[in-house]
């Protein structure tokens, strides 16, 4: 029975994987994003093989896997390369700059809004005291001090 | 050598050579040089063609001779042929079954299936094609001649000579050939070679309504021509004129000897009409004979030397060739030469009375020759031998001169700068000496003054018409006098008020009146001589008679060989009434138009008071008629179907055929060019199979 | 109505809600929602396989789920480009630390070594070098997320259903066998009155080449250079072509770059015509 | 196993593979600095690696002479009739595309780019002779990654980069794609042998309805989603009209022969050699018929008013794809080894007429040069005629036998595959449902071909009608003179004379096509087969008469004969 619960699992997670990496190709509009998701992809193809590897106790399944990595490797190398060379023309990762071959009669695509950046709180760091003023007093120095 | 069949081949084939030759090398090779092929070859065919009419006439003296002095046995009436005819075969086109299946039978042939078809190229030649060859190729060959001078300089000017070439051709086949479809095919052959000619100058709008109307009409006797060519084939079993023998067998022709020999065989009858009728439609259409005769003076836009050519001396005289080729056709049928008398009589005085009205020279002249053609019908209508000599004598003759009114007209054209109305010009004899005096000639030989072609040849017709008993004979033969009254008004007017009168020079000349050139001048001359000689010449000799009379299909038992001819006393009778009414009508004419203007403008108001002028000057409103019942029907008919066609079935054509413009405008609009676009359709694919996957 | 198809539709209706819930930026508490709805999607495809049993045995294989699952949403779903890259980094951990569980562990290595070792390090490295400033607005803009979520999740549950439904018959022979064997005793053979039929009579043969065995990688070793040696050679070809590939692409290597580009080459030019009309700032912001 | 024998019956690929590392090498060590680059005429004189590429094709054509067919199994590999076919259509296709790359801009990088277009080749034929579905999937790599390459040298503008990436990250996904069908499949058979696929399946209650079938069926699904990227099947074409309008000629033509060729063969591997008794049944068939009607409608319907030529040319090669489908659909189909056999006999014979001549077409348009320029746009062909009356009258040749236009080879492709549609839906034993859905694909075919006609003439049209405003010359080297010449002979030769083709691809494919024992199978009638054990009854082999008489055996499969 474990062989068969282990198999159902590691497809279902391949396949969660595989979802999870198509949902990130279609959104995400960073080329290296989008490579990255595709390697999900990948990934997910990964452990449904190694499921169905462990199942028929065979090992075609994990030679496959081997050759998926080092294709993806190959894919990287390829992919990396042109992606700084698209860089180079736009200055931007943007996959969406790259709309300019479509068909003649159709209207470039574009953004109805802008999404709004979230705002990151600006970062406090750790500031001496200036001298002759006491440190103010945390929770941390009270709690600690008779220690010291 | 000079064999006839080499002969006739030769005049037959010389001027498709020229057509072929100048259409090959006019554009780029001859260029302004196109008229050699066309006159050398026409020269060629005239002295073949006149060779062969030497030729005929001595052969068929030689076997008329031989069979008048043998005994005729009466026991076999069909040991020797009627007449006098060689024939040619090129070939034999057999369209399925063996050749020689067909039963000898002289019997009609009912069974529409029964004989193979069987068609034979085959040239004729005998007295009537020697005759109608000799005549078109010598009009040919000085109109050519004619139209260096005329149309020099015109950009289609090879294209010109080629369809003349052509016409020839088509025409010489026409004449000679020995079969009904072939005579179909050339009859359709010259009526596109005068399509092209009227329309020569088609960027003018005219120009091509008017060669669309002449294609047009004729269509519709031509259609008429074809049902006949349809019934006789139903009828005969067979299209050939002349007997064929296969394998020892006669197979007869319409026109052969077997059916001539015993003319009873003809069908008569329902069918007999009809055919008659049928084929008279054709030479209607051809010969713009009533009610078809409304293209021809609109074919006046061609250019002069085609309408000299085509539309006066040659292809309108088919008709009157057909009729008298198929004379026993029309003798079987009850009333075939009584209609043909008719429509000929009838349409002689119509077209004489809208001429006294008409403006445009050339128009005059077109409605002269649609009354002279009159004429020609109303003699072959007479049905006797020497009505069918007078009407191919009338058309002999008038070739001649009516070409040589046309050259003149075109000489007077063409020193106007292309101006033709005659209220625009006047007094030019001093201008135009030549013209003048060879028009002249012209004029007296149509109106047929004493000793003119005209005379002659108007004189045999009127005689041949009043020697036929009963009442329409007899009011056709007022008719054609009083035609003849109007022919000598009408010529005379167009005569005075372009030659005499005060002298009045149009614009467009740009002062410069000058005679054409010699190629023009010199066959105004030669025809200005033959329409004064031919028609004395061969009246006195007798010699077109009787070389006429050796035509096998006017060799029929029903027409003596030797008909009687007419007595002195009639025939002087007729000269004299013709010489009378016709020095009257001269005499009208320079009296209104030498006189004084008050005359003419007296009776011009009172004509137009009752009408009278306006019925002339409008054609008697055929064109008009033909406009409100013929052609606004077909006009709102084609209207509606072109309403049908556009709405409802090129409709849904275009909607079928939208379909995929409408397909490839949705997959075209998919291609945004966005990748996580392309990808979502991937994998929306891809679910649309798992979805296939899942349900079923 | 079957359990089946009340899992499918929550998978699809909550993953759907989730996701885009989760990959809209800027709606601050609302992703976290998101996210948990997400999980819970996830969570519901992958409780349609049985339990491993027993459950102590199978907790570490739900840790590892979780974890890796966990961090591949992350991954698609982070603003910011770098963690996206670092959440990938912990997916392919956690992916290989699977598959070590999963009897693979030579593969869990070389998926370490290779995705985390190399390409991870070179992804983040060109993402660093093309972004220095970090995130700029099309690293988490989306496109059409709902079309684009809804559609993954209708993916995802339909391929679920369809391998839950392949392997319900299966399981359920299985669990059978385990009933009778637990009924009558483990080292006794089952007795049933209905004898199941045996499995090769309707599923693949069972290779039995020891995928679990002790010698595993070696084993590996004899099949890939074994029977899968022309792959190898094959691979190695690529791989040639691959690195001659993309030095000539980046490299420049002879003659210079085509196009519109400036003849500094330094200042990029912006695509003239099709692009989205927007400004170098706020493309680079 | 492996032996030195295989190795040798490798021959032409190895060749391939080592006429490209010498190509690197050169690239490597050419004295760079000798050219004047700045110039910019004479880098694309670089003659010596056209001479080293066309030597390796030679010698791979000599060495695939040489071979010949084994006897026996040599090892892990096929090399049986129908890869010889495949392996001599990569070959020829890539010395044509190598001729075709004598102008091409990769002069900046022409070793390389040779080099590249060579692997791409071992790939193609690689792809012909696996035997298992791992070399598969890296021979099916080793042609996308060349061509990833090959994008990217080829043109070197924004235009050429978009291209270059747009069919690199899609390739990715249908890699992906591909990958995910394939571990399905090995889930279904429990092996990755295609052999051994098709004996672990057959027999198998699985196979029917059974357990894994669905397993099967969503290997096919991702299998023709991740190859039909690859053939241009819609709706996973989306690439192919900007990739092939963002590109070179020679990278179009590359494009649309290289990947179609290895995905045909791919397909024709998995589809029928694994699964094909399994297919006859399932639902195989009508994915791949309902493909082909919706390739070739989208392909030709786009295509009608395009003004781009490699845009047009690229919407062409999707509709010619549904037609090569359409065969191919007719083979799953086929419930007679005949028809099987024509079917696939008609997808090898398409695959040919079409490589010649679209590569042609392509020819043509990089021979000829406008005002120094490359001919994009149909406006630009104006006049063609006039100036370079032999590359109008080659063109409208092509264009005539894409068409489909009688004399010529395109027109035996079409009538192959509308005979075997009609054929498969006139068959005896063919069911309704089945006789109606292949006579709508062989209607659907003539549609196709008779909407296709449309644009082929417009530029036909546009070459010989169009008044001419600027004048064509010739690009420069002879290489694409030749290649388009070659793809004319072929184009006409084959149209005079297709038999010699067609016979070569029907015995090609008769090993696949050949009829098994009838086998048994089960009774499902009564049944939800995935709910229990309880509907299943037990399982018997009987003989082929039993079988015929029993009225239990609803199916009846045909077992390979090979074991």
């Known amino acids: 029975m474990n062989d068969y619960a282990f198999l159902h699992q590691y497809l279902a997670v391949g396949a969660v994987l595989f979802s999870i990496g198509l949902v990130g190709f279609f959104t995400r509009r960073n080329m290296i994003l989008m490579f990255l998701c595709t390697e999900m992809m990948l990934q997910g193809v990964s452990l449904s093989l190694v499921g169905w590897s462990r199942f028929y106790d065979d090992f075609g399944g994990q030679m496959l896997v081997i050759f998926i990595l080092v294709v993806a490797a190959c894919e990287a190398a390829i992919g990396l390369a042109l992606i700084v060379v698209l860089y180079r023309q736009t200055g931007s990762l943007d996959i969406a700059l790259w709309q300019r071959l479509r068909e003649a009669n159709q209207p470039p695509w574009q953004e109805d809004r802008p999404a709004p950046i979230p705002e990151e709180p600006a970062p406090v760091w750790p500031r001496l005291a200036p001298a002759g003023v006491r440190p103010a007093e945390t929770d941390e120095t009270t709690e600690f001090r008779d220690m010291v | 050598m000079f064999g006839i069949e080499s002969l006739l081949v030769v005049t037959v084939v010389m001027p498709l050579a020229a057509a072929v030759l100048t259409a090959l090398f006019g554009p780029r090779l001859l260029r302004s040089q196109s008229h050699w092929p066309t006159i050398v070859a026409l020269a060629i065919s005239l002295a073949a063609s006149l060779l062969l009419v030497w030729q005929v006439a001595q052969e068929a003296e030689a076997t008329h001779t031989a069979r008048q002095n043998e005994p005729v046995p009466s026991a076999q009436p069909t040991s020797h042929s009627l007449g006098y005819e060689r024939t040619l075969t090129l070939w034999t086109w057999t369209g399925g079954g063996e050749v020689g299946q067909t039963a000898l039978s002289v019997q009609p042939v009912q069974d529409p299936l029964g004989p193979p078809p069987r068609i034979e190229v085959t040239l004729r030649i005998d007295p009537l094609t020697a005759i109608m060859l000799a005549t078109v190729l010598t009009i040919s060959f000085l109109v050519a001649v004619y139209s260096v001078g005329y149309m020099h300089g015109d950009p289609g000017y090879w294209r010109f000579y080629s369809y003349i070439a052509l016409f020839v051709f088509s025409m010489c086949m026409l004449v000679s050939v020995s079969n009904f479809l072939l005579l179909y095919v050339f009859w359709e052959a010259v009526g596109l070679c005068s399509y092209l000619l009227i329309g020569f100058w088609y960027q003018r709008p005219a120009a091509a309504a008017a060669g669309k109307k002449a294609f047009l009409v004729n269509r519709v006797g031509d259609f008429g021509f074809a049902l006949g060519v349809f019934l006789l084939w139903l009828t005969y079993g067979t299209l050939n004129f002349h007997d064929v023998q296969t394998g020892g067998q006669t197979q007869p022709g319409i026109l052969g000897q077997t059916f001539l020999q015993q003319p009873e065989q003809y069908v008569g009858g329902a069918v007999g009409t009809a055919i008659a009728l049928l084929l008279m439609a054709g030479a209607c259409g051809k010969s713009a004979q009533w009610p078809l005769h409304v293209w021809l003076p609109d074919a006046m836009e061609g250019p002069t030397p085609v309408s000299a050519l085509i539309h006066a001396a040659t292809m309108v005289t088919a008709g009157v060739y057909l009729t008298a080729r198929c004379l026993p056709l029309f003798l079987a049928a009850p009333i075939g030469p009584l209609v043909v008398a008719c429509i000929g009589g009838g349409t002689a005085l119509l077209a004489a009375l809208i001429a006294l009205t008409q403006t445009d020279l050339k128009r005059i002249l077109a409605y002269s020759t649609i009354s002279q053609l009159g004429y020609m019908f109303l003699a072959v209508g007479t049905g006797t031998a020497l009505g069918v000599t007078a009407g191919m004598f009338h058309l002999f003759t008038h070739a001649f001169f009516k070409a040589l009114l046309f050259l003149a007209a075109g000489s007077v054209m063409h020193a106007m700068g292309g101006v033709i109305d005659i209220r625009q010009f006047g007094g030019l004899r001093r201008h135009l000496p030549w013209t003048h005096t060879t028009m002249l000639f012209g004029c007296l030989a149509l109106a047929g003054v004493v000793p003119f072609a005209g005379f002659w040849s108007k004189d045999a017709i009127l005689l041949a018409v009043g020697q036929q008993e009963g009442l329409v004979y007899q009011v056709l033969g007022w008719a054609a006098t009083a035609t003849a009254f109007l022919t000598a008004f009408y010529t005379f007017r167009a005569f005075f008020r372009t030659f005499y009168g005060p002298e009045r020079i149009p614009e467009e000349t740009g002062g410069h009146v000058h005679e054409g050139p010699p190629w023009m001048t010199a066959p105004l001359v030669v025809l200005a001589a033959a329409s004064l000689v031919v028609g004395a010449y061969f009246e006195w000799t007798h010699g077109f008679a009787h070389f006429l009379a050796q035509t096998p299909s006017l060799c029929l038992a029903g027409l003596a060989l030797e008909g009687p001819r007419a007595e002195l006393v009639s025939h002087s009778q007729v000269a004299l009434l013709s010489t009378l009414v016709v020095l009257a009508g001269i005499g009208l004419a320079a009296l209104l138009y030498l006189g004084s203007r008050t005359v003419l403008e007296g009776l011009t108001r009172a004509s137009a008071a009752v009408g009278l002028y306006g019925l002339s000057y409008g054609k008697f409103f055929f064109d008009e008629l033909y406009q409100a019942v013929v052609v606004m029907p077909l006009t709102g008919l084609a209207r509606l179907c072109g309403w049908l066609d556009n709405q409802a079935i090129d409709r849904a054509v275009d909607d079928v055929g939208a379909a995929p413009r409408a397909l490839g405008a949705l997959f075209r609009s998919l291609q945004v060019g966005l990748v996580p676009f392309y990808a979502l359709a991937m994998i929306l694919g891809v679910l649309v199979l798992l979805g296939a996957l899942m349900t079923g | 109505m079957h359990p089946q198809q009340v899992i499918f539709l929550t998978t699809i209706i909550l993953g759907t809600t989730g996701l885009v819930l989760l990959l809209r930026p800027g709606w601050g508490g609302l992703r976290l929602l998101g996210a948990a709805l997400s999980a819970i999607a996830f969570g519901a495809v992958l409780a349609q396989a049985p339990m491993i049993r027993p459950i102590q045995e199978g907790v570490v294989f739900y840790l590892l789920a979780a974890l890796t699952v966990g961090a591949a949403l992350a991954a698609v779903s982070l603003v910011h480009p770098l963690y996206c890259a670092v959440c990938f980094g912990l997916t392919l951990v956690g992916v290989s630390a699977l598959m070590a569980y999963g009897g693979a562990q030579f593969l869990a290595a070389g998926t370490l070594i290779v995705y985390v070792g190399a390409i991870l390090v070179v992804l983040l490295f060109v993402l660093m070098l093309a972004h220095p400033r970090g995130r700029a607005t099309y690293d988490w803009n989306r496109w059409e997320v709902f079309v684009s979520a809804g559609t993954a999740v209708v993916f995802l549950a339909m391929l679920s259903l369809l391998i839950t439904r392949s392997l319900a018959g299966p399981e359920q022979l299985a669990a059978q066998a385990e009933d009778q064997r637990q009924q009558t005793g483990a080292d006794q053979p089952a007795t049933a009155t209905v004898p199941p039929p045996p499995e090769e009579n309707f599923l693949p043969p069972k290779a039995g080449q020891g995928v679990l065995a002790s010698e595993h990688v070696a084993r590996i070793g004899q099949h890939l250079f074994g029977g899968h040696w022309l792959a190898v050679q094959a691979a190695g070809v690529l791989l040639l072509a691959a690195l001659v590939g993309a030095a000539v692409i980046i490299g420049r290597l002879h003659g210079p770059l085509e196009g519109p580009q400036q003849p500094g080459g330094h200042s990029p030019a912006p695509i003239a015509a099709g692009q989205a009309p927007r400004t170098e700032s706020q493309r680079n912001s | ?563």
């Open chain 4, 1 to 563: 196993m492996l032996t030195t024998e295989t190795l040798w019956y490798l021959g032409p690929e190895a060749t391939l593979v080592l006429t490209a590392v010498v190509l690197y090498l050169r690239g490597v060590f050419r004295r760079w600095e000798d050219q004047p680059i700045a110039a910019g005429k004479s880098l694309s004189q670089d003659t010596l690696s056209l001479q080293i590429a066309l030597v390796g094709v030679v010698l791979a054509g000599w060495a695939l002479v040489r071979i010949g067919l084994p006897q026996e199994s040599v090892g892990p590999v096929i090399l049986d009739p129908l890869g010889l076919y495949i392996r001599w259509l990569s070959l020829a296709a890539i010395g044509l595309l190598v001729l075709l790359a004598s102008t091409d801009a990769s002069r900046t990088n022409r070793p390389e780019y040779l080099g590249t277009v060579l692997l791409a080749g071992a790939g193609v034929m690689a792809v012909a002779a696996a035997d298992n579905l791992v070399l598969l999937f890296v021979a099916l790599e080793l042609v996308s990654i060349p061509t990833y390459i090959v994008l990217c040298l080829g043109r070197r503008d924004a235009d050429g980069y978009e291209a270059s990436a747009k069919y690199f990250f899609l390739s990715l996904a249908a890699s992906a794609m591909t990958l995910y069908g394939i571990s399905f499949l090995y889930g279904a058979s429990g092996s990755l042998e295609l052999t051994a696929i098709r004996q672990n399946l057959v027999g198998k209650l699985s196979v029917s309805e059974g357990y894994f079938s669905d397993f099967t069926q969503l290997g096919v699904i991702f299998l023709l989603a991740g190859l039909g990227f690859k053939i241009t099947a819609a709706p996973f074409h989306f690439y192919a009209p900007d990739v092939y309008q963002g590109t070179s000629y020679p990278n179009a033509a590359l494009l649309s022969a290289a990947p179609k060729i290895a995905g045909f063969t791919a397909l024709v591997r998995i589809l029928i050699e694994s699964l094909w008794p399994w297919e006859q049944h399932g639902f195989g068939w009508r994915v791949v018929l309902a493909l082909a009607i919706l390739t070739m409608t989208v392909g030709n319907t786009a295509a009608l008013w395009q003004t781009h030529l490699r845009r047009l040319l690229a919407y062409s090669s999707v509709g010619q794809a549904g037609y090569i489908l359409a065969a191919l659909a007719v083979a799953l189909g086929a419930e007679t080894a005949e028809s099987r056999s024509d079917g696939l006999a008609a997808v090898l014979l398409y695959l040919a007429v079409y490589a010649a001549a679209t590569i042609g077409a392509f020819s043509v348009f990089e021979g000829i040069r406008r005002s120094g320029r490359p001919v994009e746009t149909m406006e630009d062909l104006a006049g063609l005629s006039r100036h370079r009356p032999w590359s109008a009258a080659w063109l409208a040749i092509f264009m005539f036998s894409l068409a489909g236009v009688p004399p010529l080879a395109g027109f035996w492709g079409k009538w192959a595959v509308v005979l075997g549609a009609i054929q498969s839906s006139l068959s005896p034993r063919t069911g309704t449902q089945q006789s109606l859905w292949f006579m709508i694909l062989a209607a659907a075919v003539m549609l196709n071909a008779a909407a296709a006609a449309a644009y082929y003439l417009r530029v036909v049209a546009a070459a010989y009608f169009r008044p001419p405003a600027q004048t064509h010359t010739a690009a420069g080297p002879a290489g694409p003179w030749i290649a388009a010449v070659l793809c004319g002979l072929l184009c006409v030769g084959i149209g005079l004379m297709p038999w010699p083709l067609w016979n070569t691809a029907a015995s090609a494919v008769e090993p696949l096509a050949q009829p098994g024992q009838p086998l048994i199978f089960w009774d499902s009638s009564d049944g939800n087969p995935e709910l229990g054990v309880q509907t299943i009854p037990a399982v018997s082999l009987l003989s082929p008469e039993d079988a015929a008489d029993s009225s239990l055996v609803h199916f009846v499969f045909f077992a390979p004969e090979r074991d």
